[in-house]
């Protein structure tokens, strides 16, 4: 499996299929999906955010897209997952931690001091987070609820 770390822009251009194919999954229930990439033009200009897309071979296999900011409370650098996918052939195997390790790490790099994950708790990534995440630190641990108007 090969790694590469792009930007905004270039991780829209490559993976705009994959995009597709994550929000059909993970959807937002009743909201369709229209890809605003004027928003990734505008994280690419002003802030460090990045993702990390895999192959295998020339396969387009995986992705996690990350935004880096700084958080409007404690003007720090936080990092929040855009979005992760993993094509099926590939989730049986350890794709989705590396891109989870991978996405971390360089967030860190780029002067995060946390990472905010987004998940559905119906997902694997949430069973993951709970697991990688000592018991004494999940009492800080926030949840966001969606709620359709």
């Not at 270039?10 to 999906?33: I, T």
């Not at 387009?60 to 855009?82: I, Y």
């Not at 001091?113 to 559905?120: E, G, N, T």
Request: proline letters at 5%; charged letters at 20%.
């Amino acid at each position: 499996m090969r790694f590469e770390t792009v930007s905004p822009i270039e991780f829209v251009k490559r993976c705009r299929d994959l995009f597709d194919q994550n929000y059909a999954e993970a959807a937002l229930p009743g909201h369709q999906f229209n890809l605003d990439e004027s928003a990734y033009v505008q994280y690419e200009k002003q802030t460090p955010s990045f993702a990390i897309v895999a192959y295998d071979g020339e396969v387009l296999a995986g992705f996690c897209s990350v935004f880096v900011s700084f958080h409007q409370h404690t003007s720090e650098v936080m990092a929040t997952n855009d979005a992760i996918f993993v094509r099926p052939k590939y989730r049986s195997g350890v794709l989705a931690g590396q891109l989870f390790v991978k996405a971390e790490r360089e967030a860190k790099a780029r002067g995060a001091v946390a990472f905010q994950w987004i998940v559905p708790v119906r997902s694997p990534l949430y069973k993951a987070l709970l697991v990688r995440t000592p018991k004494e630190s999940r009492q800080w641990c926030q949840v966001m609820f969606l709620r359709n108007f």
